[in-house]
C-alpha cells in the first residue's frame, strides 16, 4: 500500500528514492499529468530497452520525446499521448525498431492499463 501525505500545497509520498511531492502548483511538485506522461513514457522506454537487449540489437541511447493533447471541456482528461523515440547506435534496421516498439507496447504496463481512455502512439527515429 502506498501512503500520500497531504501537505499545504499538495500532497507527498514516499518512494525508495526519497520523497515525491505532488501539487498542481509547479512550485511545489510534480504536476499530476506530469506524473502519468513520465509513467507511460518511462515503462514503455523501459520495455523498449529490454526487447532491443532481448532481440541483441545494440543501441547507445534511446530518448522519447512525448506531446499529449488534452481535453479542456472534460476535467482537462489527457486524450491523446505521442511518444516519439530517438534511437542511437550503428547499423539499427527500421523494420527490427518499429517490430521492438510493438512489442514494447504490449509489455508495457502503463500504456496497457490506459489503452481504454487514452490514445497512446509512437513514432521514432534512427540516429
Known sequence: M??????????TMKT??????ISADTEYGFRPFELMIASIA???SAALRVVLTKMRIDIENI???TTIERNETQANRIEKIHLHFVIQGEGLREEKIERAISIAR???GMIQSVQ???LVTESFEVT
Open 42 to 44: 518511462g515503462c514503455s
Open 63 to 65: 530518448k522519447v520525446f
Open 106 to 108: 504490449k509489455n508495457c
Open 16 to 21: 525508495e528514492f526519497g520523497e515525491l511531492a
Open 116 to 118: 481504454d481512455s487514452i
Open 2 to 11: 502506498k501512503e500520500f501525505n497531504m501537505k499545504e500545497h499538495g500532497f
